[in-house]
């Protein structure tokens, strides 16, 4: 008998983002989830995208996850409120969260000589910078020495609830909510 999964259609920015969802597809697959990746090509052309993915899978779940420094900049953001999980700056951000701790604080230490809280880098350097930390990094590839399971989403989730640490994945929200996640039990 086959099982019956549950869809989750998210609308992603970009490459990376896709890359990723394809990747934990395998993971969340077992957990009754199909994950179902779309791709904008820009945050600009983010709401399009939903706004006719909802016409066409009215009765799925369907979220828009796109890089925070989108709505930081606040250039040509749509007309209607973007409800969006978004990464605390870009999906860099978002992939460091994935590593031990104090490679996290590495980053972290980097993005404040500079000043990517008040001002995100932009992709030449965020590319320059992530390469201090992933030398292999290529965008819209995941790095080898990244593999997705069970034990670097936990990692990436208790990251995420770290006060130590001052990014935050809205994506790790949902991915969260998914496998039924109790941060209370790895709160600092």
């Not at 869809?7 to 009754?32: A, H, M, N, T, W």
């Not at 016409?55 to 409800?83: H, Q």
């Not at 490679?103 to 030449?124: D, G, R, T, Y």
Request: with cysteine; proline share 4%; net charge positive.
């Amino acid at each position: 008998m086959t099982a019956i999964l549950k869809p989750l259609i998210i609308i992603c920015e970009g490459k990376s983002e896709d890359s990723y969802i394809r990747e934990l597809r395998q993971f969340f697959v077992s957990l009754g989830f199909s994950l179902i990746p779309k791709m904008a090509n820009g945050a600009y052309n983010l709401m399009e995208m939903y706004k006719k993915t909802c016409k066409e899978n009215r009765k799925s779940r369907i979220v828009i996850w796109c890089d925070g420094d989108f709505l930081k900049r606040k250039k040509n953001i749509p007309k209607e409120p973007l409800k969006a999980l978004t990464n605390t700056w870009n999906f860099e951000d978002h992939l460091v969260l994935h590593l031990d701790k104090e490679k996290v604080l590495e980053w972290q230490s980097i993005c404040e000589k500079v000043n990517h809280f008040n001002n995100p880098m932009n992709k030449e350097a965020v590319k320059k910078n992530i390469r201090l930390l992933i030398p292999d990094y290529k965008k819209g590839v995941l790095p080898e020495q990244l593999v997705l399971n069970k034990e670097t989403l936990l990692k990436f989730l208790k990251n995420n609830y770290d006060s130590d640490i001052k990014f935050r994945s809205g994506f790790a929200l949902l991915l969260a909510e998914l496998i039924n996640y109790d941060r209370k039990s790895f709160q600092n």
